[in-house]
């Protein structure tokens, strides 16, 4: 799970729905061609084994991930995505 830290207070964990909410809406942004904010060699070496095992080792040198959940999934387990949600109160 990640830890996101606001300024200030304590950092908090985000719940799977929350997670789901992020990723799916990063992934959303990708797909749109948004920016990413990893780069492609940090997608190849994160699945280099899937990129072997689908193209070839000579291949996979020059090849990256296209899938957009797979690489909002990246972009968020290395807390780079710039979204977070308001916690609800349920009060």
Not at 26 to 52: C, D, K, N, T, W
Not at 63 to 81: G, N
């Amino acid at each position: 799970m990640s830890v996101i830290q606001s300024a200030g207070t304590m950092p908090r964990t985000h719940t799977r729905f929350e997670k789901a909410r992020i990723l799916g809406a990063r992934a959303l942004q990708i797909s749109m061609g948004a920016p990413l904010y990893v780069s492609e060699e940090e997608l190849r070496e994160a699945f280099m084994h899937e990129l072997i095992q689908l193209y070839g080792t000579e291949e996979a040198k020059v090849r990256f991930v296209l899938d957009p959940l797979k690489i909002a999934t990246l972009e968020y387990e290395s807390d780079r995505i710039p979204i977070d949600i308001e916690a609800a109160d349920n009060e």
